[in-house]
């Protein structure tokens, strides 16, 4: 059993009542009091539809809400489960509220669940993201069922998107991690998983509980820990993400840098793993697969212009220490183009990335400043995006998307040959 010292009393005498469970579904919050309620509510209808002889536990691990989201939590309830039921439910569904403790970010939250399901004794286990206006009584199934029906250890959401939401996960993290592991696990960073109880005693063992891990970077770490253990790893289709997505052009520095941080840690944990990959292959997917409409995702092209050609001025000695030198000028010139000529090609920026992988892997100037100074790369990168797309249908953008994977994989003996040159090294 991991050490559970940590969950403060109160929780572990309601787990204890509790007893053991089969399933568990932890939702981690913090004021989402406008959207939790009916995430809990397709929760309990998952529950009472497609497990009804289970055990089963909803766990709210939140940070401190102050907006009323533990109340909207007690309050929420899916009324006549005979509006989705042929038959009642068999078993009781237990719900636990509780605050989580350590570093405030969803990985801390994350924690807290996986801690539960130990605790419980849970065989398989979902997480779902608390602003959701999409989840549906069926998302508990694609992605509990995988692992308590067919023995999988980890269960990626795979989902339709607008084509300007996920930037980052599109841009970096999705092809980043499927050139260096070779699974194509298309959402890395998803936030909606299933894994199975033996994994996430994994997860305790390990301490990041410290780390960026804590913050924005536990989506992509419980995903590069299955892919590279002893792990069965699948991904289920769950149709449309429709959440409260943001304006790629708006503040995401600290995303991206707290992303990215874990990825690069991750490489270079992982590193003689990666180094022996070659290509990439599909993973296992359940659910069937079709189209879905889509809420737009606003973006501000001018403004990610703007911010990018700010970068090349007033960073471009940091820029020249990090990129290569022809990377570094090829990017100083685009930056010198006007809008109508302006592009940012898929292999200049799997350098810019490569770049600053190796920067990062040698440790000669602070990483914290090194990962923001990426951000008016990547706004650069996603405006030329945002350009090529603009008249693309869903097949199209994804075809875009796939063939700057296909760049990734191509350009990684550069990488590997930057990792490991002499004098190399955190």
């Known amino acids: 059993m991991p050490d559970l010292s940590f969950l403060p009393d109160s929780l572990r005498h309601e787990l204890a009542v509790v007893g053991e469970v089969d399933v568990l579904v932890g939702i981690p919050s913090y004021n989402n009091a406008r959207t939790i309620g009916h995430v809990v509510r397709a929760v309990q ?4 539809k497609f497990f009804p002889d289970c055990r089963a536990l909803l766990l709210n691990s939140d940070g401190g809400s102050r907006d009323g989201t533990p109340e909207a939590v007690r309050e929420a309830s899916v009324g006549s489960f005979e509006t989705i039921l042929a038959a009642h439910p068999l078993r009781t569904v237990h719900r636990i509220v509780t605050p989580y403790h350590g570093i405030p970010g969803k990985g801390s939250a994350l924690r807290t669940v996986f801690a539960a ?6 065989r398989a286990c979902a997480v779902v993201d608390s602003d959701l206006r999409s989840v549906t009584p069926e998302w508990v199934d694609l992605l509990i069922s995988p692992v308590l029906r067919h023995g999988y250890d980890f269960v990626a959401p795979l989902y339709h998107r607008h084509k300007y939401d996920g930037t980052i996960t599109n841009s970096i993290v999705y092809p980043l991690t499927r050139a260096l592991y070779g699974a194509r696990v298309r959402q890395p960073i998803g936030g909606d998983f299933g894994f199975s109880g033996r994994i996430a005693a994994d997860y305790l063992e390990h301490d990041v509980w410290s780390s960026d891990v804590a913050r924005f970077g536990i989506d992509v770490w419980m995903t590069t820990t299955a892919i590279t253990g002893p792990f069965k790893v699948a991904q ?3 149709g449309a993400k429709i959440h409260d997505a943001k304006d790629p052009s708006v503040d995401l520095s600290d995303m991206l840098m707290q992303v990215t941080g874990a990825v690069l840690a991750l490489m270079d944990h992982h590193a003689d793993r990666w180094k ?3 290509g990439s292959t599909p993973v296992p997917t359940f659910g069937f697969e079709y189209a879905v409409g889509l809420e737009p995702v606003p973006v501000h092209l001018a403004r990610m212009l703007e911010r990018f050609r700010t970068g090349a001025r007033e960073l471009q000695s940091l820029w020249e220490r990090v990129l290569n030198p022809a990377t570094w000028t090829e990017v100083a010139r685009i930056a010198a183009a006007p809008d109508h000529a302006f592009v940012f090609p898929a292999e200049l920026w799997v ?3 490569y770049d600053y992988a190796i920067a990062w892997r040698r440790g000669r100037m602070d990483r914290e400043h090194l990962l ?4 008016p790369l990547y706004l650069g990168r996603t405006a030329a995006f945002v350009i090529e797309a603009r008249d693309a249908s869903a097949d199209d953008v994804e075809g875009i998307i796939e063939a700057l994977c296909q760049q990734f994989e191509r350009d990684k003996p550069y990488l590997i040959g930057g990792w490991d040159e002499p004098g190399g090294g955190s």
């Open 236 to 238: 289920s289709f769950l």
């Open 276 to 278: 022996a990959v070659t």
């Open 351 to 353: 350098r810019v990335i």
């Open 372 to 375: 923001r100074s990426l951000t």
């Open 45 to 48: 209808g998952g529950f009472a």
């Open 117 to 122: 399901a130990a605790a419980t004794g849970a």
